[in-house]
Structures are given as C-alpha cells and as structure tokens.
C-alpha cells in the first residue's frame, strides 16, 4: 500500500459507510414497525451506496490493490442486492394488506 497524505481519513470513511451497513440492518430487525423496517433497510443502501463511493476514492488513489478493489466491490455488489431483494418484497407484502 503507498503512503497517501490524507489516506486515513478515506479509511476511516469507509469504515464507518461498510460497517453502517450492517448496523442499519441490525435495527431493521428489531424496527418499531414495517415503516421503522423499510426506513432502516434504505438507510443500509445509502450506507452501501457511500461505500462504493470509498472504494473508488481508494481505487483512485492507489490506496489499495486492483485485486483487493474488485473483491470489495464484488462484496458491496452482493450486500446492495440483497437489500434490494428485501427492500422490494417487503413493499411488496406491506401492499397486499
């Protein structure tokens, strides 16, 4: 890894970003209500949207390597789908009652 001025403050972005993810999912299952539920799921893909953003920002810099990059992307790009899945079947679900 090459030493970049200011490469801290990108890892400590992505580090809060990557693991809101899962803390947003975390209250998700114990959410007040379906709304509190959907709310807290859609915060996680912003989460995992600036996430992305990070990774590039790494990317760009030459703060990680290509191979290190494209498995981080590849595990962002599975998490974002699956809240997409869940996202879309529970509006789905929450419109049929």
């Given at each position: 890894?090459?030493?970049?001025?200011?490469?801290?403050?990108?890892?400590?972005?992505?580090?809060?970003?990557?693991?809101?993810?899962?803390?947003?999912?975390?209250?998700?299952?114990?959410?007040?209500?379906?709304?509190?539920?959907?709310?807290?799921?859609?915060?996680?893909?912003?989460?995992?949207?600036?996430?992305?953003?990070?990774?590039?920002?790494?990317?760009?810099?030459?703060?990680?390597?290509?191979?290190?990059?494209?498995?981080?992307?590849?595990k962002?790009n599975?998490?974002?789908?699956?809240?997409v899945?869940?996202?879309?079947?529970?509006?789905?679900?929450m419109?049929?009652?």
């Amino acid at each position: 890894m090459r030493t970049i001025r200011g490469c801290g403050i990108v890892k400590d972005q992505i580090l809060r970003s990557g693991t809101s993810i899962g803390a947003n999912i975390r209250e998700a299952q114990y959410g007040y209500s379906e709304d509190d539920f959907v709310f807290k799921l859609q915060t996680a893909m912003k989460e995992c949207a600036e996430t992305g953003y990070w990774l590039d920002v790494l990317e760009g810099a030459g703060i990680l390597s290509p191979e290190i990059i494209k498995d981080l992307r590849y595990k962002r790009n599975r998490i974002h789908r699956m809240l997409v899945s869940s996202l879309n079947t529970k509006k789905a679900n929450m419109g049929r009652k």
